[in-house]
């Protein structure tokens, strides 16, 4: 996310850090058995070559009946159908109206962020993420051809029940 909190234009990514691949490789593989669920828009704007991500369930989210996943990958038309059927660790992946739903959804606990200094004339927005969310962690930072970046993870705060004396 840019400091607009841009994170796309023309249906790609708005900047390329090979660290932020590698660095969303290894949240999103970890130790198996993890779920990537992504917009269709999402899907498509992955090259053939990308797709399905190995070592994760692909999941496409779609309201279209007819448009066809590749064999392996699963098709939903909602997030709560998604996550109804996903095991393990679910990573909501893009794009933005699903970020913007996710961010709203009681079981979204945690984000995972790229934060990138600058601005991007970016078409794509991040949505706020409103008052229970509490930055909670920096996992490094580093620079590529001139773009300052940094890893943070974001956990939503659930206010304690009040205690009783």
């Not at 999103?28 to 828009?41: D, E, H």
């Not at 009946?65 to 997030?79: F, H, T």
């Not at 998604?82 to 794009?95: S, T």
């Given at each position: 996310?840019?400091?607009?909190?841009?994170?796309?234009?023309?249906?790609?990514?708005?900047?390329?850090?090979?660290?932020?691949?590698?660095?969303?490789?290894?949240v999103?593989?970890?130790?198996?058995?993890?779920?990537?669920?992504?917009?269709?828009?999402t899907?498509?704007?992955?090259?053939?070559?990308?797709?399905?991500?190995?070592?994760?369930?692909?999941?496409?989210?779609?309201?279209q009946?007819?448009?066809?996943?590749?064999?392996?990958?699963?098709?939903?038309?909602?997030?709560d159908?998604?996550?109804?059927?996903?095991?393990?660790?679910?990573?909501?992946?893009?794009?933005?109206?699903?970020?913007a739903e996710?961010?709203?959804?009681?079981?979204?606990?945690?984000?995972?962020?790229?934060?990138?200094?600058?601005?991007?004339?970016?078409?794509?927005?991040?949505?706020?993420?409103?008052?229970?969310?509490?930055?909670?962690?920096?996992?490094?930072?580093?620079?590529?051809?001139?773009?300052?970046?940094?890893?943070?993870?974001?956990?939503?705060?659930?206010?304690?029940?009040?205690?009783?004396?």
């Open positions: 996310m840019d400091q607009q909190r841009g994170i796309g234009r023309d249906g790609d990514l708005a900047w390329r850090l090979p660290e932020d691949l590698k660095w969303f490789r290894a999103t593989v970890g130790a198996g058995g993890q779920s990537v669920i992504m917009g269709r828009k899907w498509d704007s992955i090259p053939d070559r990308f797709r399905p991500l190995p070592e994760r369930e692909n999941w496409v989210l779609t309201r009946p007819e448009y066809a996943v590749p064999s392996g990958v699963r098709r939903a038309a909602s997030l159908q998604a996550l109804a059927h996903c095991e393990g660790p679910r990573f909501v992946i893009g794009g933005g109206s699903l970020y996710a961010l709203q959804h009681p079981s979204c606990t945690r984000i995972y962020l790229t934060v990138v200094e600058g601005s991007f004339d970016c078409d794509t927005f991040l949505a706020e993420f409103g008052p229970d969310w509490q930055h909670s962690a920096e996992f490094g930072s580093g620079e590529h051809e001139g773009i300052r970046y940094r890893f943070e993870q974001w956990d939503r705060v659930v206010p304690a029940a009040d205690a009783c004396t």
